[in-house]
């Protein structure tokens, strides 16, 4: 008889002329309740941190963008109100009158699609004496009037 690594007996008659066998090692028991540990290489524990280090950057830079943007975002929309030529509407003026008044060479419809992008416009309805902003390129035009000019 002889023991083997994992306390096995093994008799060698059995096997004459052949290397002994080693018996299969017995499963490493866990005690109730515990949890094995992981093991991190140091290749894990690099990729790791970097992943963190990521993580970490590109929250703060998200942040950062948020306050700075909507910081942006105030200062555009005070500006803004000074890059566009206003018209107030009248008693029976439609987009399509503004259109005509503002460019009486170029095609309505085109005019009136940038007028309905530029003010958020839901339907055609003009609202009397709501002014209703215009590209700039149009300031010269007649009906055109300032930010000033309409009180924005």
């Known amino acids: 008889m002889v023991k083997t690594k994992t306390d096995v007996s093994v008799n060698?008659?059995?096997y004459a002329?052949?290397?002994?066998p080693y018996a299969a090692a017995p499963a490493v028991a866990i005690a109730d309740?515990?949890?094995p540990s992981i093991r991190l290489t140091v290749?894990?524990?690099v990729v790791?941190?970097?992943?963190l280090v990521t993580l970490l950057a590109s929250v703060g830079f998200g942040v950062?963008?948020?306050f700075a943007g909507s910081a942006q975002a105030d200062t555009d929309l005070k500006a803004?109100?000074?890059n566009f030529g206003y018209i107030v509407p009248l008693e029976g003026d439609s987009l399509w009158s503004v259109a005509q008044l503002l460019d009486p060479n170029a095609d309505p419809r085109d005019?009136?699609?940038e007028i309905v992008e530029l003010n958020q416009l839901s339907d055609s309805a003009l609202k009397l004496y709501e002014p209703i902003a215009v590209p700039l390129r149009y300031a010269d035009r007649p009906g055109v009037q300032s930010a000033a000019e309409v009180g924005l």
Do not use: F, K, M
């Open 111 to 113: 005019i009136v699609q």
């Open 12 to 14: 060698t008659a059995d």
């Open 80 to 82: 803004g109100v000074n």
């Open 17 to 20: 002329g052949a290397a002994a």
């Open 43 to 45: 290749r894990g524990r």
């Open 64 to 66: 950062s963008n948020a």
């Open 33 to 35: 309740g515990a949890t």
């Open 48 to 51: 790791l941190t970097a992943l």
